[in-house]
């Protein structure tokens, strides 16, 4: 099992930053992907990918975030962070955190954290 716990969500005004921090603890091991999600909470909306980054640092942005957003991780510490500049009303949203964890051929597993509230005003 994998615990995720997000910190760093808040209020703040368009134009604005905001830093998420994620810490992961619990069994670790083959941890490849991490990222984060957001939903939004229009009725209907979908959690989509905000970013990723491999063990290797290897990165995937939502398109709307490039540019803009910035997620770095580092395996020591098992940590994955989203700086997030320029931030638009639109961006607002609940952020998740995201663990992907291979074990073997057929054992995947994901994992989320409780979510960290963002809301940006215009």
């Known amino acids: 099992q994998v615990q995720l716990v997000e910190s760093g969500g808040g209020l703040v005004q368009a134009g604005g930053s905001l830093r998420l921090s994620c810490a992961a603890s619990?069994?670790?091991?083959?941890?490849?992907?991490m990222g984060w999600y957001r939903q939004r909470q229009a009725p209907g909306e979908q959690r989509e990918l905000v970013a990723a980054i491999t063990r290797s640092g290897v990165t995937n942005y939502l398109e709307s975030a490039k540019g803009r957003f910035t997620i770095s991780r580092d395996n020591a510490k098992n940590t994955v962070d989203l700086q997030m500049n320029s931030l638009k009303p639109e961006d607002t949203a609940v952020y998740y955190c995201h663990a992907h964890q291979v074990v073997g051929p057929q054992y995947e597993y994901d994992y989320w954290g409780q979510g960290t509230q963002v809301t940006v005003s215009s």
């Open positions: 619990g069994s670790l091991f083959s941890i490849t992907v």
